[in-house]
């Protein structure tokens, strides 16, 4: 929208200057003319003048008339001729800009009018044409070198928004594949069990065993309704012969291996993690670990701050580290697209994240997930 406005503003200034122009080259053509405006060189720059006012005109009328007006009358129509040249110039037809001038400036050397562009003046007639042709040049390549960093911009801003979909899209389908995993194993559990007891129906009563064959079908149909649903965003992650199941990892593996790599990290957990649901466990897991990560990339030599609490009523995990000094002149670059795959997953378990710069020139990355409230009647198992 405003850059809508500032073309508009742009036609209308030079609609302005067009008409200022005519004025002044008929004011003069009729000064020329023995102050008479009823004459051929004042209809000739009313002439000229609307030429460049039609933008649907072919782009050599202007040039055209100008330059043989110029030509036969001299220093009268030089500002409309200016202009002329203006726009040739700003439109890359140098070469056209420089043919009319040397036919203005033949026809005045030719023709002798009563004010020649070649009669000694306070500024030549020469530097006018020369500067009208340079301004046009500028003039046209800093409008082009604006259109083209304006789609750059609109470029990268396209970009950057379908860059923050793909990751989210990825995260969603990180989310899913481990849901079926864990999901699945729990679901098979029940069908096992309740199709193990509904096997012994001499010690149960026929209305159990009749509840027990409803529950076992129930679970084994849910199990294969999971599977139609996030099955092909697990084979979408990656194949199934090549990935390893994600279980449910614990985060002190992550803190572990961290440490092997040389990262000096101070760990709190409080709760245990069966306090937790599954989800929860593996949003922890995936927000250490890349809160880890970026502590690595960013200040190599910090020690890291690890405090999880499993909670209830909600899950904690706060990751803090100062900033590094082993390598004052290097800085990672980070995307961020990580960042936003880990709000997502969290805003899909209802909690929030937050992630930014702290005090001291420390680095932050706090989330919360609440647990639901059927699950705080007692530990998950």
Known sequence: ????????????????????????????????????????????????????????????????????AAGVWG?????????????????????????????????????HPAVSLWNPQPYGSVLFVLLAVVGGLWMGNRRRLVEAL???????????????????????????????????????????HTGV??????????????????LRTASTDALTDLRDVLGALRAEASPATDRPAPALRDVEDAIGQARAAGQVIDTNVEGSPEQAPAAHRLAVHRLVLEALTNARKHAPDAPVRVRVDYGPPATLIEVTNPPGTSLPGAQAVSSGFGLIGLRER??????????????????????????????QNGPRT
């Open 346 to 375: 969290v805003e899909t378990l209802g909690g929030h994240l937050n992630a930014g710069p702290g005090g001291a020139g420390t680095w932050r990355l706090a989330a919360r997930i609440p647990h639901r409230v059927t699950e």
């Open 75 to 111: 220093w009268p129509l030089l500002p409309l001729l200016l202009l002329a040249l203006f726009d040739l110039a700003a439109r890359r037809r140098v070469l056209a800009a420089v043919v009319c001038s040397g036919v203005a400036l033949t026809g005045n050397a030719v023709l």
């Open 150 to 192: 304006n789609a750059q911009v609109e470029h990268l801003r396209t970009e950057r928004e379908l860059r923050e979909q793909a990751a989210r899209m990825a995260e969603r389908s990180a989310i899913a594949a481990e849901m079926h995993d864990v999901l699945a194993h729990r679901l098979s559990l029940i069908a096992l």
């Open 197 to 214: 007891l509904a096997t012994r129906n001499d010690a149960l009563p026929d209305a159990v065993v009749e509840r027990l064959s409803l």
């Open 1 to 68: 929208m405003k850059r809508e406005q500032s073309r508009r503003w742009v036609v209308y200034g030079r609609y302005g200057l067009v008409v200022l122009l005519t004025l002044a080259a008929v004011q003069n053509a009729a000064s020329s003319a023995g102050g008479q405006y009823g004459v051929v060189r004042t209809a000739v720059a009313l002439a000229c003048g609307l030429a460049l006012l039609l933008r649907g005109a072919p782009w050599w009328l202007a040039p055209a008339l100008t330059t043989a």
